[in-house]
């Protein structure tokens, strides 16, 4: 048997071993051959440390292209790649460490002390290290290691890879995906999109998360186009590269940072054929500022961390703003009335969708997993939406509060209870509130109890240890009272309506 996600990704590097992979930051180039023989190396790193079929490995790393020989190394040892935020803190990777318990950890150089502890805690065999050069004691085993000659056997459905969400009671979940999942959605994505070995991606998003890795490395790597692989954002680095470049996925705050920059013109963007943005929802605004300066029209989609991407704008045809397009064409999706009947075109509900894209459940999560995965398929998203007469599909809000800042999820939850829990604090109430450069901005209204004189800085001084920084409200606002209906819950809405101008002008 196969390694079913592993063979296809590699496919290329069999049959054009010196093409060009990847240019980095430092002028480095890699071969699709020398790809593919890293990623052999780093499987036998793993197998030398006992990683076995279906054992995690847990990664928090700075971007680098060794990191994506880890990524493929993984699944070619078998395991479940565990990819975690750079951002997140001590307590917070304690959590995923415990809850996951790989075999394997791979962190910084500069956290390995701070974070030893944790992952013995959590029963973790071996601790390695890579920066964002490539370099660490991981690498340096690479360098010894024999290359696994045959990938381990694996089905499409067998498990490749958990990535945590979290819900609004602020405990995350593992959503597992299959091999299946990751490899039907790049190919439906490489296909619809027009991919093929003649595109350059400019891959500046980072890969711990769904687009950068499972949508944009893996979309290349099946086309065998190749990437100007940045670091992460920066004007200079994408405006630079943008002539010598035919694709680009972002998210909502590339576009706008790009657009406030002089040097975006059409001349600068001549080359391109196509801009792609997701994690979170583009501005109208943009849209047609983007098109404006540039003569593209910006295609959006919508994605999840369980599901990858469900839906586009078509490549042919009208890009509509304000709409993630239609359903990929192996893609079901409905939406429910709380009645759990379908609701009629135009009408808004429950997004739910069911493909070959759906995750396989939540990591030892059975009871949550029920309550979201139903037993024909359906995954319920909890995103709000609509279909209008066209078929194009809006996302009208989120049912669970979930705020996305520069393409990041934050969850109201975590942050509030950090907040209550503060000396001098009675009660919080976080919400998400629109910004022009973020998408979203995090704001915390508190509710004091007068046993302090606490300002904002010091609440957010407070919280800073235990919460990554994109997590960290950008205002605090104090107030005598939160607005509560006749039942006692906080109305967010009315929160968020009362501050949505906050960060105009």
Known sequence: MANHLCDALLRQASHRPEAIFATDADGRIQTLGELAEGAARMAGVLRGFGVSPGERVAVQVEKSLSALELYLGTVMAGGLFLPLNTAYTETELSYFLNDATPRVFVCDPTKREMLRAAATQAGTQTLLTLDRRGQGTLTHAQAQAAPMVFPVPRGPDDMAAILYTSGTTGRSKGAMLSHHALLSNSRTLADLWRFTESDVLVHALPIFHTHGLFVASNVALLSGASLIFLPGFDADAILEAMPNATTMMGVPTFYTRLLADPRLTRDRAA?????????????????????????????????????????????????????????????????????????????????????????????????????????????????????????????????????????????????????????????????????????????AIVVADGSADLTGSELLAGIAGDLARFKHPKKVIFVDALPRNTMGKVQKAALRKAHAGLFDG
């Not at 045809?317 to 359903?327: H, I, K, Q, S, Y």
């Not at 064409?329 to 429950?350: A, F, K, N, S, W």
């Open 271 to 443: 080359s391109m054929r196509l801009f792609i943005s997701g994690s979170a929802p583009l501005l109208a605004e943009t849209h047609r500022d983007w098109e404006r300066r540039t003569g593209h029209r910006i295609l959006e989609r919508y994605g999840m961390t369980e599901t990858n991407m469900n839906t586009s704008n078509p490549y042919d045809g009208e890009r509509r703003p304000g709409t993630v397009g239609f359903a990929l064409p192996d893609v079901e999706l409905r939406i429910m009335g709380e009645d759990g009947v379908e609701m009629p075109t135009g009408e808004t509900g429950m997004i739910e969708v069911r493909g070959p894209n759906v995750f396989s459940g939540y990591w030892r999560m059975p009871e949550k997993t029920a309550e979201e995965l139903r037993p024909d398929g359906w995954f319920i998203t909890g995103d709000l939406g609509r279909v209008d007469t066209d078929g194009y599909i809006t996302i009208v809000g989120r049912a669970k509060d979930l705020i996305i800042s520069g393409g990041f999820n934050i969850y109201p939850k975590e942050v509030e209870s950090l907040i209550d829990d503060l000396p001098g604090v009675l009660e919080s109430a976080v919400i998400g509130v629109p910004h022009p450069d973020f998408g979203e901005a995090v704001v």
